[in-house]
């Protein structure tokens, strides 16, 4: 049996990789919640100027802009917002973990090293879909920015 002492380095590995699963979680809910400040502000800007910029005389060409830039910034904003329990790993199954220990339970340092190894694959593959969402955040992001910007240019009298 290996001493507690001796899985240092081990242990060290496992926990770097249990914190950094746990601030990509945490970054995943502060992505989210950010999205719905994005739905938000892009439907104030829609009530808010929508009503004036529609309402006269529409100038269709920058109408069609702002309500493509509405949409497009809550598409991507839904797509982040709705869940992926099956996307994302974050933590592991307590049977699963020790059927899949058992075999080396007398080794902790191996414990160690598996657990961080199997964290890291975790981590990776949660990577991959975070990216995803980023880019639909830009994008999201993207739209609000556009739909801001033409509302205001449609109330404007300086239009350009």
Known sequence: MVATG?????RLAY???QRALDKQ????DELRSRTGLLVAAASLAASFLGREA???DPRRGLALLALVAFLLTVGASVYILLPKTDRFIFAMVGAG???GLYSVKDDLAEVYRRLAYELDRFWDANDVEMQKLFTAFRLAAIGLSAEVVVLIA???DNLL
Do not use: I
């Not at 001796?6 to 081990?10: D, I, P």
């Open 6 to 10: 001796e899985a240092l380095y081990e």
């Open 15 to 17: 926990e770097a990789a």
């Open 25 to 28: 979680e945490r970054l995943l």
């Open 54 to 56: 529609f309402g006269g």
């Open 97 to 99: 973990l020790y059927e």
């Open 154 to 156: 449609m109330v404007s």
